[in-house]
């Protein structure tokens, strides 16, 4: 794995940084291999039970690389062909990983960076953030499951005037409209983000995964099919050393200590 994205991994959260901050962390092929290699390495330790993405430097991700563009004008249908396997393997992996995904953001996020952040599963932002789609400001679509995530999250009026006007709003704006969870004052984001991530982690793991993959499940199920699953995924979590644990705990006035099993 090359040092564009950085993994980390302690007390069972392994930590993602997007490692280009000298280039606003932009997204280019080299970066684009190693995110899908850390996801991919993330997706298959069953020793992680949380995962935090994040960026180092200025901001969390301030899209695709301009200066990669540029360099590559005349073939760029090629370079796309090069790297959209690498998005859609990151993206997948993401989404389809057992382990709660948690993004910390902060300065910009824009592009690719915010369908990125739209595919994990909650988003804590420094109250400076500022945020915006941009594709349309460069007169090209949406990638890395934007056109996917954002109807889903804020409607389709709402996705088709972000995508079509590039505009920039604030962390507030991103909260009301259901992009992000919680804004933070910026002093505030990495304390934050650790007691999040570490609630993640010291949570009931196995029903994590099942509540997971229950809620991104919705949009293609009937709500017989729904209940079906449910059904499914509460049997399983009622055979868990951690419903039982959760129960006991519940009884005794105690905090429950989950194991993941």
């Known amino acids: 794995m090359n040092q564009t994205i950085l993994l980390e991994i302690n007390n069972s959260i392994a930590t993602l940084s997007f490692n280009r901050p000298q280039a606003m962390n932009s997204y280019n092929l080299e970066l684009a291999q190693a995110f899908a290699e850390a996801t991919e390495t993330v997706k298959n330790d069953p020793t992680i039970r949380a995962v935090l993405l994040r960026g180092n430097g200025a901001m969390f991700m301030a899209g695709g690389?301009?200066?990669?563009?540029?360099?590559?004008?005349?073939?760029?249908?090629?370079?796309v062909s090069v790297m959209m396997p690498y998005v859609k393997q990151t993206v997948l992996n993401l989404q389809t990983m057992s382990k709660p995904v948690l993004a910390s953001v902060h300065g910009s996020v824009a592009g690719i960076g915010m369908s990125f952040m739209a595919a994990c599963d909650l988003v804590i932002a420094a109250?400076?953030?500022?945020?915006t789609l941009a594709y349309g400001a460069l007169g090209i679509s949406p990638d890395g499951g934007a056109s996917y995530f954002l109807p889903r999250l804020v409607g389709t009026?709402?996705?088709?005037?972000?995508?079509?006007?590039s505009e920039l709003f604030d962390a507030q704006t991103a909260q009301e409209m259901g992009l992000i969870n919680w804004v933070v004052p910026e002093a505030?984001?990495?304390?934050?983000?650790?007691?999040?991530?570490?609630?993640l982690a010291k949570g009931a793991s196995l029903a994590f995964a099942e509540m997971k993959q229950l809620i991104n499940q919705t949009g293609d199920n009937s709500l017989s099919e729904q209940l079906e699953l449910e059904e499914k995924s509460f049997t399983k979590c009622a055979q868990s050393d951690d419903f039982k644990e959760g129960v006991r705990a519940f009884l005794a006035k105690r905090k429950a200590e989950f194991k993941g099993l």
């Open 157 to 165: 009026k709402k996705a088709m005037q972000l995508a079509l006007f």
């Open 65 to 79: 690389d301009i200066q990669f563009f540029s360099q590559h004008l005349d073939e760029m249908a090629d370079q």
């Open 127 to 131: 109250d400076t953030t500022k945020f």
């Open 188 to 199: 505030e984001l990495n304390t934050q983000t650790e007691k999040y991530a570490q609630k």
